[in-house]
């Protein structure tokens, strides 16, 4: 493991690990009801939560191996997505920076799965695989502006830039401000993006990390709900 590695985006891949592995026990999430089962977990641990914590990481230190590239994303991910996302507070970045960076990003990845082909221009019945999809996403996305007039580089910039602005100000107004707001660019998305490039003002958030931290017992709302 990266000895520099950030103790946030560990704890982040503990969660990653908790939730996909042990709780669902390798099942596709799509497939498994997996809001039952969070809630199942949720009522075993939230009188002692802390106590699920250790568990969790005595499970987890005893892992052979990542179960699904923890260490990729600790190792490489992070480390690539804070040099782009330092790079976007001086510069644009490219569209090959942007597609690493939306690469990178487990709820773009889901959400350009789950976007739907009349917005990106596609024929109703059009699929492709996953790493094509994020690239015309991507694509897709990098057109776009805001009502503000403002692109995505800027609207990431604006996220990301030391400004004054407090970290939950800035996510609501990529949320709900027609100045920053680009449609299809959602809070788990921003909420993992901030999290990958200021991991020393926020931990990663999206709906993943709600599920884990219920799973462990914290009285956390789920997107969903």
């Known amino acids: ?52 914590v250790d568990e969790a990481i005595a499970w987890w230190e005893k892992l052979d191996s990542a179960p699904n590239s923890e260490d990729v994303h600790i190792n490489d991910w992070a480390p690539t997505n804070k040099k782009l996302l330092e790079k976007i507070i001086l510069q644009d970045l490219s569209y090959e920076e942007l597609l ?9 990845l889901m959400y350009a799965r789950q976007m739907r082909n009349t917005y990106l221009g596609l024929p109703r019945d059009f699929h492709t695989n996953s790493e094509n999809r994020i690239s015309i996403y991507c694509e897709w ?9 403002l692109s995505i580089n800027e609207t990431i910039r604006y996220l990301v830039k030391d400004n004054g602005v407090v970290v939950e100000e800035k996510i609501y107004d990529l949320l709900y401000d ?12 921003i909420g993992e993006m901030i999290g990958w490039g200021r991991p020393d003002i926020a931990h990663l958030r999206n709906d993943r990390v709600n599920k884990g931290l219920r799973c462990l017992g914290f009285d956390v709302q789920l997107f969903a709900d």
């Open 141 to 149: 996305l990098y057109k776009q502006k805001t009502e503000g007039g």
């Open 178 to 189: 027609a100045k920053y707001h680009i449609g299809n660019f959602g809070r788990s998305i």
């Open 1 to 52: 493991m990266n000895a520099e590695a950030n103790t946030k985006i560990i704890s982040d891949q503990l969660l990653h690990a908790y939730y996909y592995t042990y709780v669902l026990e390798g099942q596709d999430e799509r497939s498994a009801n997996s809001t039952e089962t969070v809630n199942q977990y949720y009522e075993g641990h939230k009188r002692d939560p802390l106590r699920a």
């Open 100 to 108: 690493t960076l939306l690469s990178h990003n487990y709820a773009a």
